[in-house]
């Protein structure tokens, strides 16, 4: 029944120009994924024929295991998805240096790109160059976080992503790509306003990171601890989901028509964001607990290839 209805709601749509997004009328297309929705609501997924979904992914732990292999099926599955007509971009905490490999590994091209979490959004220029160029970015003085960092962790490792990509650092870390980065002194690190700040503390482990984290607070800042007392801050206010909603206008896709994918604690602004607009939040399930609370759903680790899971079940 819902394949029958399928059809007729693709032929309703095949209109003589292309580009289905554009020539609906966002109040039409809202009431549309309603229709759709109650007539599928066998499997009470949003999914239907309604028009491309905005499929957004994280990379570690979500498409990349922690060896930057993929995760099993990832590629195919994307590949699926972009085919079926959904744009498929990633949210993440690297910087585009980090990123714009990992685009080439899933073979897209999306037309926007989320980095920094959320500081920094690139629009495509060049498909096939995977050439980007950066049309929103956010940024903050660091010089009170770092410096109350500092008083509690001196022997942590500094790195500071400035608006124009260059990247600076205080302490080599093998975690940390380092190619196109500056090594400079601590007090360089705050001499211009940053989209991000990094710190590794190397020493300490996640659970007294977060305890540390809380009793020094950090108010003036967004921040995410990741696994390995990783903490990524970025300017008050900005999340992966600040980035996503400026993304979702500038594609003029409707708000429910969103499906996102993380693992970690810089996810959850955009599960958040996802959720109040009647879309898809999913979380890995090797990802902390506060982190698959937020989520609406759970599917399978990284390990397992949970992202190729829930993609693969889109349309069916
Ligand atoms: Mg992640």
């Given at each position: ?43 009470g997924s ?213 499906l996102v994918m ?9 599960f958040?964001?996802?959720l109040?607009?009647?879309?898809r939040a999913i979380a ?8 698959r609370?937020?989520a609406g759903e759970v599917t ?6 949970g992202?190729?899971?829930i ?6």
């Open positions: 029944m819902s394949e029958d209805r399928a059809t007729t709601a693709d032929e309703t749509e095949a209109l003589p120009e292309p580009g289905s997004v554009e020539v609906v009328e966002p109040d039409d297309a809202a009431e549309l994924v309603e229709e759709i929705a109650d007539e599928t609501v066998a499997d949003p999914e239907g024929t309604a028009g491309p979904i905005l499929i957004v992914l994280d990379i570690d732990g979500t498409v990349l295991l922690e060896d930057e292999s993929p995760s099993p099926g990832v590629v195919d599955a994307v590949k699926d998805a972009a085919a079926a007509g959904n744009e498929v971009m990633l949210a993440t905490g690297r910087s585009w240096d980090g990123t714009r490999g990992i685009l080439r590994v899933l073979g897209i091209a999306p037309e926007y790109v989320v980095c920094s979490n959320g500081a920094v959004v690139l629009k495509r220029v060049d498909a096939d160059d995977l050439a980007y160029e950066r049309v929103h970015t956010e940024t903050f003085d660091a010089t009170t976080v770092l410096t109350l960092l500092r008083e509690h962790l001196p022997d942590a490792h500094y790195l500071v992503e400035l608006p124009g990509g260059e990247r600076l650092y205080t302490e080599y870390l093998d975690d940390w790509n380092l190619l196109a980065a500056h090594r400079v002194s601590f007090e360089e690190l705050t001499a211009q306003p940053v989209c991000r700040v990094v710190v590794v503390s190397p020493e300490h482990e996640e659970g007294d990171f977060l305890s540390l984290v809380e009793r020094i607070g950090l108010n003036q800042v967004s921040y995410a601890i990741g696994w390995t007392a990783w903490l990524d801050i970025a300017p008050q206010g900005v999340d992966k989901g600040t980035a996503l909603e400026l993304v979702r206008g500038w594609l003029g896709l409707p708000a429910d028509r969103v993380g693992d970690g604690r810089n996810d959850v602004g955009m958040e964001w996802a109040r607009n009647g879309g890995m399930a090797q990802g902390p607990d506060e982190v609370a937020v399978t680790s990284v390990q397992e290839g992202v190729a899971a993609l693969g079940a889109l349309g069916r």
